[in-house]
């Protein structure tokens, strides 16, 4: 895609020593605080519909992975073809249903629950995973992490259910005094609910976000603290 290949270009002349000095100063850590802010920007627009906003922020983050795949390039890591490659053969492997004709004739994979469990399976396959830690992102936010252990482990284990979470969430609760509020219980409660949410398919990053800047819009500042 010509437009694609423009952006590459783009950002190769900016990095280049008649680019920009700013671009050029740019590095890989930089970037990342720069990718989550712009990951966010965009989960922000997204809910308000506004597809010229949303177009916009695919953009930017469009630009910061080239730009960060072009750093990788300038120390003979791999290029944004490499990246490309990888992630084409990714999608291959792991939709073997869609693509593999002898896999279509065995009429495995039709239900959705099937998939995303091969889906699991084979990324600890392929990536040599031992434990479910190996999958989480170690920078990202609890809930998230929390959201992503559940949803895994549902694939993994079946024999835990929303009643057996439900029923330990309770016992829990009912034992929550004055004196038994400590850090431990609390931080068991709050894992139960990420899992009770889990299995209502509630993504609790997102949903308690949009729930605190709700309640934080009919907390008015006095105009005496003013």
Known sequence: MKEFNSLVNIVAKLRSKKGC?????QKIKDLKKYLLEEIYELLDVIDTGNYTKIKEELGDIFLLLVFISQLYKEKNKFTVKEVLRCINKKMVNRHPHVFSSSFKESNALKKKDDIVKYWVKEKARTNKRKTLKERLPKVAPSLLLAYLLHKEKKYLDRANTIENTIENLKKRVNKLGSKDAS?????????LLTELAAFKKLDLEITLREEIFKKAHTVKYKDSLI
Do not use: M, T
């Not at 850090?183 to 894992?191: A, D, H, N, Q, S």
């Open 183 to 191: 850090k431990g219980r609390i931080v068991e409660i709050l894992f």
């Open 21 to 25: 000095q700013w671009d050029r100063a």
